[in-house]
C-alpha cells in the first residue's frame, strides 16, 4: 500500500514540473509575440503622431490636450443675488469661465423680483449670448422668456428651482429635488424635537425668506407633512431678504408665542437670524434653530451651540456644472442632464470641515 501511495506522490509532482516547465515555455513565447505586436503597434501609432511611450514597454494612447473655444460668453441668471446663498455659485462660475477660457457671468435682481428677472433675460437675449442657465422663482413666469432663447437656438439650463417647470418644458435641471428636501428636512426637525412621541403638540415656527417662491414653497410643503402626521403644531412667516427685517420679524413672533420651541428656516437668511435671536435671548436649549444653507454665521452658530443644524444644497456645483453642461452642448453637442443635489446635513459633527471650505468660498 504505501509503495502505490509513493507511486500516486511521485507521479503527482513530475505531471506538476512537467506543467511548470511547459507554461514557463508557452509563457515565453506568448511573451515575445506580445511584445513584437506592441512594438509593431507603437511604431506605427507614434508615426502617426497620436501616441506616445509613456513609460518602457508602455504606450499611451491619452487624448490631446483639449483647446477651449474663444469668444463664447454663458450667463446664469437669478433673483435675489445679494444673498449669501450665491457666493459659493459665483465662484463655481469663475472657474469654470477660468478652466474653459470663456466669458461666464450672473445676473439679476439683488432682491427677490421676478418681473426684473424676465426683464433681465430679455435684455440679455439680444445680446447674442451663447447659453443660459435660469433660476424660474414662480411656475410658468419665464415660459415666454425661454420659448425666445430656444427658437433662437441658444440651450437653456433650469437650475436651483423650477424643476417642475424643467420637467414641463422639457429641460434639464441642476438643483435640488425640494419636495424630496423638505420630507428630509421635516424627519429632522421632528428628530431634533426628540422623535414623534415627544414631538407631538409642540409648537414651531416656519420662515420664509420669499413667499410664493416655488422651491421654498415645496420645502414648507414636504416638511408640514411630516410635522402634521406627527401632530406638530407649526405657522409661518416672511422674514424677507434682510437679515435685520428678519430678526425683528423673528422676535415679534415668539414674542406672541412664547410657546414655540423651533425656528425652521427654508433659506439663507431666517437661519442665521433665528440663530442670533436664541443667542441673544438666552434661549439655547429651549428653542431649536434649524434650517437651511451655510452662511458662515450660521456654521459659526453650530460651533458654538445655538443652532443645532443646517442644509447645504451644494450650490457651486450649481453654477459650475450649470455652465460645464451649456459649454459642452454649444462645444461639443453634448446634450446637458439633470442633475438632482442631494441634502447634506451639517451639525456639530461635520461642521468644521464645512466651515474651511465656506471660508474658501466653496461652500
Not at 431666517?270 to 456654521?299: C, E, H, R
Amino acid at each position: 500500500m504505501k509503495k502505490v501511495v509513493l507511486y500516486f506522490v511521485v507521479a503527482a509532482i513530475s505531471l506538476s514540473l512537467i506543467s511548470v516547465f511547459t507554461m514557463t515555455g508557452c509563457k515565453e513565447a506568448v511573451a515575445e509575440e506580445v511584445t513584437g505586436e506592441e512594438e509593431a503597434v507603437a511604431e506605427e501609432v507614434t508615426g502617426e503622431g497620436e501616441a506616445v511611450v509613456a513609460e518602457e514597454g508602455m504606450a499611451s494612447f491619452g487624448a490631446k490636450q483639449f483647446e477651449p473655444a474663444e469668444g463664447l460668453e454663458f450667463a446664469f441668471v437669478s433673483i435675489s443675488t445679494q444673498v449669501a446663498f450665491w457666493v459659493p455659485v459665483d465662484n463655481g462660475i469663475a472657474d469654470f469661465a477660468a478652466q474653459y477660457g470663456v466669458k461666464a457671468v450672473h445676473m439679476g435682481p439683488p432682491d427677490y423680483k421676478p418681473e426684473e428677472e424676465v426683464a433681465v433675460l430679455e435684455n440679455l437675449l439680444e445680446t447674442g449670448i451663447d447659453g443660459v442657465s435660469i433660476f424660474i422663482p414662480e411656475p410658468g413666469l419665464m415660459d415666454s422668456v425661454i420659448a425666445k432663447y430656444l427658437d433662437k437656438g441658444i440651450p437653456v439650463i433650469i437650475q436651483n428651482t423650477g424643476a417642475e417647470d424643467a420637467k414641463r418644458l422639457g429641460l434639464p435641471y441642476v438643483g435640488k429635488e425640494n419636495y424630496l428636501g423638505g420630507l428630509e428636512w421635516g424627519e429632522k426637525i421632528v428628530e431634533v424635537l426628540g422623535g414623534s412621541e415627544e414631538a407631538k403638540d409642540k409648537q414651531v415656527l416656519f420662515m420664509t425668506e420669499a413667499p410664493g417662491q416655488s422651491s421654498l414653497e415645496e420645502r414648507l410643503k414636504g416638511a408640514k407633512e411630516i410635522l402634521d402626521e406627527v401632530g406638530v403644531i407649526h405657522e409661518t412667516i416672511d422674514v424677507t431678504t434682510d437679515r435685520e427685517k428678519a430678526y425683528s420679524n423673528i422676535e415679534s413672533a415668539y414674542t406672541a408665542n412664547p410657546e414655540i420651541v423651533g425656528l425652521f428656516s427654508t433659506d439663507t437668511t431666517g437661519t442665521p437670524a433665528a440663530g442670533l435671536f436664541v443667542k441673544n435671548n438666552d434661549l439655547v436649549g429651549k428653542v431649536i434653530v434649524g434650517g437651511f444653507d451655510l452662511t458662515p454665521d450660521t456654521l459659526v452658530g453650530i460651533k458654538e451651540g445655538y443652532i443645532e443644524f443646517t442644509i447645504d444644497q451644494y450650490p457651486y456645483r450649481a453654477g459650475h456644472l450649470s455652465m460645464t453642461m451649456l459649454y459642452e452642448k454649444v462645444v461639443l453637442g453634448l446634450e446637458p442632464f439633470d442633475h438632482f443635489i442631494p441634502s447634506g446635513f451639517i451639525d456639530k459633527s461635520n461642521v468644521d470641515v464645512a466651515i474651511e471650505l465656506s471660508e474658501k468660498g466653496y461652500r
